[in-house]
């Protein structure tokens, strides 16, 4: 597991239309909650949140330091504006360092792909996250799968062939594509059919939060 991020943070007390007034100042609100944990109200400097959460994505655990006390936490949910992408406001999963937690990592393509480019091919990602269960001690940043072996157009990797973690459980179909092969022209041309139905890219969801969300009181965030 990589190293665990720290990120410092403090309570807050202003919620609703309130909350406007620290993104004024630079300060991005957030929530950290989770089973048997009362949800607490944050802020966070926004130049160290945008460090975090780059670094973090939604697989990597961050410590949150709140006025003294530590968290170890999931990002879960992250709230943008549509046009800038600014962040908006953050949702921290805590989690028990002696409980096991299910979460998406991004698979990592390594590996020699100087033949199946020499046949005219290319790989295509049919999955970019694999949903694993471990202690949080042994999440992994990533899962790394070694597309080498992929000589000609037609070939695949399923998940059964995904390497195995030290004590992370995968949780997919062993017969689910990973990764595929097609021909490239034929990829070239889809894409250029496709282009003209490109749509708004929504606000980012990483994860939906569940009942949690409900204690919030429908607070503008």
Do not use: W
């Not at 780059?54 to 549509?82: K, T």
């Not at 059919?193 to 607070?219: C, H, Q, S, T």
């Amino acid at each position: 597991m990589a190293d665990t991020i720290v990120l410092e943070a403090t309570r807050r007390d202003l919620t609703g239309k309130q909350v406007k007034q620290l993104r004024a100042k630079g300060l991005i609100p957030a929530i950290l909650y989770g089973p048997q944990f009362e949800s607490m109200p944050l802020m966070v400097d926004s130049t160290l949140l945008r460090t975090a959460l780059v670094e973090a994505g939604g697989s990597r655990l961050i410590q949150l330091r709140v006025n003294g006390e530590e968290y170890n936490a999931l990002v879960r949910r992250v709230q943008r504006e549509p046009l800038r992408g600014a962040v908006l406001h953050v949702d921290f999963y805590r989690v028990r360092m002696d409980v096991a937690i299910r979460t998406e990592v991004p698979i990592v393509l390594v590996g020699d792909q100087t033949a199946i480019q020499a046949a005219g091919g290319v790989i295509n990602y049919e999955m970019t996250m694999v949903e694993v269960e471990c202690l949080p001690a042994n999440l992994p940043e990533h899962v790394v799968l070694d597309v080498s072996s992929l000589m000609e157009v037609g070939d695949h990797i399923l998940a059964s062939e995904l390497v195995p973690v030290p004590d992370v459980i995968y949780h997919v179909e062993p017969n689910q594509v990973v990764v595929s092969t097609s021909y490239l022209a034929r990829l070239e041309e889809e894409e250029e059919v496709e282009a003209p139905a490109e749509e708004a890219v929504e606000p980012e969801l990483i994860r939906p939060r569940r009942e949690e969300e409900e204690e919030e009181g429908g607070e503008e965030v």
